[in-house]
């Protein structure tokens, strides 16, 4: 099915259930071990079951050497974490993203251009829907070459009505989706690839704004490269981190993921897990991986995972998409327990075949792995726990706190306090120096109050993940405008 001038694709019934079916079940037919419809399986039930009863038989016999082990083993993550990320930091600084310059992305001919399909989901997000039809007439790629599906739920009238009213369009194709559980972004977009015409699939939610060039840089980028590169993941930044504290930090927060993090991932061939929006995939790997996990709440990350998991690699590209930060608090909470939720599914997913999952990443990588996914949620919450703890120590210096922090205990965790902390924002403040965004100095000094939203994300995540394990709680969007390109506080594109 192609894309047409701007209408609503009809389906017959059959085509409809197929896509469907396979847009839901597709993965956990195909391979069920690597769908997050359960959690938890097999001998992950047992391991987990004999580590309760395990720690919990210790605590009635020996509480207070129970505490000791369980806080050391808490310390413990915390320096591999930390000492981990720094080291990841330090690689991306010294490599940073791969680069793609305005001549040679405009130098390919266009009839040696990939058919493209830009695939937007978007549910009850009436109010940004105009502004996807001006940031998708702004990029440069021949129309027809290019295929645009929005992505609609069928009982979506807000959002179908408001798509309705765009005018000027001729590329786009709205392709409504059957209502049906789960109902997460992943599903949407797995029904949108059965009807997908092109080489090269990537996703941009409603509200974004790539800058024009981009997929052009991605083709370039793809040719340049070798072929076990399945994904060109671009670089995603806030247009509105000037509008609250709250926005300042997710700004900073992301400069330093997508500026140097991932770069420093991608050239330790670490697993990367990608953005939500704007990963440009070659088609052919991702049909044979098994595309989204509908199940899964952060299907970007699960996706980067299974790439390469299965031997390839995703590449990041020094290209720019603007998203709307969120500056609502509860609203940011909400979506940050979904990010932590999904990380430890797609932890618990990939963890089922270990030796297989070890053989093909390597021993570093399998150690980042599990530092990263599991490690980034857990600590979160622990956060928690030892704010509390220190806290109480400082009021009252109880007897018992002093009693579970032994000498070899106490010094490692106050140089995981001190320096880690420290380490944090050292490379915060190095990445908005690097990025010449000065402007990001207050959230950069300010950040500590941030963690503390982290981790009450964090546990509201972990808790969802026991209760409502794929329920994908909406993000709301449209809380502030959409600049014009000179307007935007964005860093800068640099080439």
Known sequence: MTAAPYRIDTLTQAESEHALGRAINGLRDDDPLRSAAVSVMGWQKVFLAVVLIAVAGLAIWRPNQ?????????????????????????????????????????????????????????YNEPEVVDDLIGALSGLKYPAEKLQVLLLLEADDDVTIEAAKRCKDSDAISILLVPPAQPRTKPKACNYGLHFATGDIVTIYDAEDLPEPLQLRRVVAAFRALPDDVACVQAKLAYHNGHQNLLTGWFTAEYGLWFGYLLPGMMRTGTPIPLGGTSNHLRRSVLDEIGSWDPHNVTEDADLGLRIAASGYRTAVLDSQTLEEANSDPINWIRQRSRWYKGYLQTWLVHIRRPAALLRTLGPRSFIRFNLVLAGTPIIAVLNLAFWLITMLWFLGQPAAIGAVFPWYIYFPALIALVLGNFATLYMNLIAIREDDRPDLLVPALTVPLFWVMMSIAAAKGTYQLIRQPSYWEKTFHGLTHQPAADESDAEPEKR
């Open 66 to 122: 129970t505490a000791v082990g369980l806080i050391g083993l808490c310390t413990f993550g915390y320096v591999c974490t930390m000492a981990d990320r720094v080291m990841i930091f330090r690689r991306g600084l010294a490599a940073r993203p791969i680069t793609v310059t305005d001549e040679e992305a405009e130098a390919i001919p266009d009839d040696e251009l990939p058919r493209y399909t830009i695939l937007v989901p978007a």
